[in-house]
């Protein structure tokens, strides 16, 4: 399985060509697609192929969307998301962001737990989220493990630099193949809109407790269903056509 399962600006390109032969072929898939935003539409061409495209992630332009690629997740497989965000703060406060708990309560979920390896841990959610903190490496990384070999994984580093202040955050959320394999309704139903396109959210919400400016505007459903797309192709589930391999 290749690595990286996620959008990017080339496979973006590749994917907005892919739709557009699809639909001059009369898939019925892509005349779907295309219907869904232009009903009547007699011909179609890249730049609105294009357009098409960005409203699936949730964007009003293509533009838009090529702005905030850099903001998108990826599958590493079928077990393992990623997402990575930068921020133009100090590292001892996205660092106090992630490991305290208070500060963790305001963006993610409250949450219980001492700033140190093999602490336990306590999400305050539904179901109750517990373990052991696996990982606690000081303005680095901090992970917390699941019973079941799951975990979440935060991890911090300077994008110019070892003094630079802007930072970047990489939030690596990964399951066992074992959960995944088994979850009824499949790895579609495990990756649901909480677990992708919720981590968007919460960072959006991390950067506007960090930075006070107020998250982009996007329409989370439909970036999320976008992602059951790229989840699809992480699963060898796609044909390269539709997904413009």
Same mark, same amino acid.
């Given at each position: 399985?290749?690595?990286?399962?996620?959008?990017?600006?080339?496979?973006?390109?590749?994917?907005?060509?892919?739709?557009?032969?699809?639909?001059?072929?009369?898939?019925?898939?892509?005349?779907?697609?295309?219907?869904?935003?232009?009903?009547?539409?007699?011909?179609?061409?890249?730049?609105?192929?294009?357009?098409?495209?960005?409203?699936? /992630?949730? =964007? *009003? #332009?293509?533009? +838009?969307?090529?702005?905030? @690629?850099?903001?998108?997740? $990826?599958?590493?497989? &079928?077990?393992?998301?990623?997402?990575?965000?930068?921020?133009?703060?100090?590292?001892?406060?996205?660092?106090?962001?992630?490991?305290?708990?208070?500060?963790?309560?305001?963006?993610?979920?409250?949450?219980?737990?001492?700033?140190?390896?093999?602490?336990? /841990?306590? =999400? *305050? #959610?539904?179901? +109750?989220?517990?373990?052991? @903190?696996?990982?606690?490496? $000081?303005?680095?990384? &901090?992970?917390?493990?699941?019973?079941?070999?799951?975990?979440?994984r935060f991890t911090m580093e300077p994008?110019?630099?070892?003094?630079?202040?802007?930072?970047?955050?990489?939030?690596?959320?990964?399951?066992?193949?074992?959960?995944?394999?088994?979850?009824?309704?499949g790895i579609a139903k495990i990756w649901?809109?909480?677990?992708?396109?919720?981590?968007?959210?919460?960072?959006?919400?991390?950067?506007?407790?960090?930075?006070?400016?107020?998250?982009?505007?996007?329409?989370?459903?439909?970036?999320?269903?976008?992602y059951g797309r790229v989840l699809e192709?992480?699963?060898?589930?796609?044909?390269?056509?539709?997904?413009?391999?």
């Amino acid at each position: 399985m290749a690595p990286s399962h996620g959008p990017n600006t080339d496979n973006l390109r590749k994917q907005a060509k892919a739709l557009l032969r699809s639909w001059k072929r009369g898939d019925s898939d892509a005349r779907q697609r295309v219907a869904e935003l232009f009903p009547n539409a007699s011909s179609l061409g890249l730049q609105t192929a294009q357009l098409v495209l960005a409203r699936e /992630y949730g =964007f *009003r #332009s293509w533009s +838009a969307l090529l702005r905030f @690629v850099p903001r998108l997740g $990826h599958f590493d497989d &079928i077990a393992t998301f990623r997402i990575a965000r930068e921020f133009d703060v100090a590292p001892e406060r996205l660092w106090d962001s992630l490991s305290n708990p208070d500060e963790v309560g305001v963006w993610l979920l409250p949450v219980s737990f001492e700033r140190r390896a093999g602490a336990a /841990y306590a =999400f *305050r #959610s539904q179901p +109750a989220m517990t373990g052991t @903190v696996g990982e606690y490496r $000081h303005l680095h990384a &901090i992970r917390f493990d699941s019973a079941e070999g799951a975990f979440w994984r935060f991890t911090m580093e300077p994008v110019d630099g070892v003094r630079a202040v802007r930072m970047c955050l990489t939030v690596e959320d990964r399951m066992t193949l074992e959960s995944v394999e088994r979850f009824p309704g499949g790895i579609a139903k495990i990756w649901n809109p909480g677990v992708t396109a919720g981590w968007h959210e919460m960072l959006d919400a991390l950067e506007n407790h960090l930075t006070g400016r107020p998250p982009p505007e996007i329409d989370y459903p439909r970036l999320c269903r976008f992602y059951g797309r790229v989840l699809e192709r992480a699963a060898g589930e796609d044909s390269p056509e539709r997904d413009g391999a």
